[in-house]
């Protein structure tokens, strides 16, 4: 089983429209949850932190359940720009030392269409 | 933030010989971080890279493989040695900052082996 697992889509949205999609983790040692954003051809880049009271960042909204060891994210208003994979990344606190291992998921692509 | 500098962006190589990925931070760094991201899958750590001491590999690779020089705080290379074809990928450095923060990705080097 995967440490971290995705919806791999592709999720068509179209353009206004409101996608949501979840992740879920199988370590219950995970300390801290993202959500990064992934363009073709480029390297992620952080997205949102998500933490357990749920945030929100404009248009995006992520959530975190500990308790079912899963992460959302919600994309209102969708614009053709959001299209993109986006990559589950959970980050457990190794105890060899004091420092996190990222864990990522496969990532979940969006393709907003006009 | 940090800036990672990455390069080469990518590179077509023959089978049999060696690449060397240079990773170039604008400010010195504790860890660095080596991945790689095949076609579709999700990222997958090789190693990480403290200056000064010898990296760490993640099961499946190994330093013969993968040697990786720390010479300082701010540099790190990973060297990808007698390619075959499975090899192809994309491999990113990123660097973290704190202990369980975000991570921060070099634009990736795009490698092809022939």
């Known amino acids: 089983r995967k440490e971290v697992e995705q919806d791999p889509g592709p999720f068509n949205v179209p353009e206004g429209a409101t996608v949501a999609f979840n992740c879920t983790y199988s370590n219950s040692a995970s300390q801290s949850f993202f959500w990064y954003r992934q363009d073709c051809r480029k390297e992620p880049k952080l997205l949102m932190s998500v933490y357990s009271s749920g945030n929100e960042d404009g248009r995006f909204t992520a959530q975190l359940n500990r308790a079912s060891q899963y992460i959302s994210l919600l994309i209102r208003d969708s614009k053709l720009s959001d299209s993109a994979t986006y990559l589950c990344?959970?980050?457990?606190?190794?105890?060899?030392?004091?420092?996190?291992?990222?864990?990522f998921g496969a990532g979940t692509q969006v393709v907003v269409t006009p | 933030s940090a800036v990672i500098s990455q390069k080469p962006s990518r590179d077509i190589c023959q089978r049999g010989t060696s690449l060397t990925i240079q990773c170039q931070v604008d400010?010195?760094?504790?860890?660095m971080f080596w991945y790689r991201q095949q076609p579709g899958q999700s990222l997958t750590l090789i190693a990480t890279?403290?200056?000064?001491?010898?990296?760490?590999?993640e099961s499946g690779f190994v330093i013969d493989k993968f040697p990786i020089s720390r010479p300082n705080l701010t540099f790190s290379t990973l060297t990808v040695s007698n390619m075959s074809p499975e090899d192809s990928s994309i491999y990113l450095c990123s660097v973290e900052r704190g202990g369980i923060e975000q991570a921060f990705f070099g634009q990736g080097t795009r490698l092809t082996v022939v």
């Open positions: 890279a403290n200056q000064g001491s010898e990296a760490t590999y």
């Open positions: 400010s010195q760094v504790t860890m």
């Open positions: 990344v959970v980050n457990i606190l190794r105890t060899t030392d004091s420092w996190g291992k990222f864990q």
